[in-house]
């Protein structure tokens, strides 16, 4: 069993659409991350969290540390966000990564 | 702001080859990471490094794989004698501290391809 799944693993949606995607883990962390990955390859991070919700211009994110899950939410989607999100924990000594598969978003115009 | 840098962006060599990958992290960072992602699969921890060691190392990490820091400012990753199964995205990775609260800052990855 992978110790970070994400749902949908494909999700198409039009452009101005509200949309979620979730991550649920089954080890113990210090904290999530949310990061995003373009075509070319790189990867960006977008929030890192260990409790609550954190905002950014369309992007949010929540975790329930009780539930061990976490929700990105991205209002009035844009094409230009057609990317891999992929959700991650860390902790330990080292505060390694450890990833999910991610989640392919594309936004129709 | 401040960027992980890697080079090169695609290297292109010959099972049984070294490779050296190199990067440059957040010249103030103190912790550093190689992550791999083959093609179509999510991306794996391989290694971290803090005060000129090896912290921690995963299982894909055997002898054939080493880093080093050697001037302070890079940290590379040699593979000693590429394996196809080493074909790859290999991406650098750094942060301030260990602490759950410093993020992690990313390279754009280095494409290797081994013929």
């Known amino acids: 069993k992978n110790e970070v799944e994400q749902s949908p693993q494909n999700l198409t949606a039009q452009e101005g659409e509200f949309i979620t995607i979730n991550c649920s883990y089954s080890v113990g962390i210090s904290a999530l991350h949310w990061l995003q990955q373009h075509p070319g390859g790189g990867i960006v991070s977008l929030f890192m969290l260990s409790s609550g919700k954190k905002k950014h211009g369309r992007l949010i994110a929540t975790i329930n540390i009780q539930e061990k899950h976490s929700s990105l939410h991205i209002t009035a989607s844009h094409p230009r966000d057609s990317a891999v999100y992929i959700c991650?924990?860390?902790?330990?000594?080292?505060?390694?990564?450890?990833f999910g598969t991610g989640t392919l978003l594309a936004v129709q115009p | 702001e401040p960027e992980v840098t890697q080079t090169p962006s695609h290297q292109v060599t010959q099972m049984g080859q070294e490779v050296i990958l190199r990067c440059v992290p957040i010249s103030n960072h103190l912790y550093f990471y190689w992550y791999r992602q083959i093609l179509g699969q999510k991306v794996e921890f391989l290694v971290s490094?803090?005060?000129?060691?090896?912290?921690?190392k995963s299982e894909i990490f055997d002898d054939q794989f080493s880093v080093e820091r050697p001037d302070g400012s890079n940290f590379t990753l040699k593979i000693r004698s590429t394996k196809l199964e080493d074909s790859a995205m290999y991406f650098c990775?750094?942060?301030?501290?260990?602490?759950?609260?410093?993020?992690?800052?990313f390279g754009n990855g280095t494409r290797l391809t081994v013929t």
């Open positions: 991650a924990v860390s902790g330990g000594a080292t505060n390694k990564l450890i």
């Open positions: 490094f803090y005060n000129n060691e090896i912290s921690e």
């Open positions: 990775a750094s942060s301030g501290d260990s602490s759950y609260n410093s993020p992690l800052h």
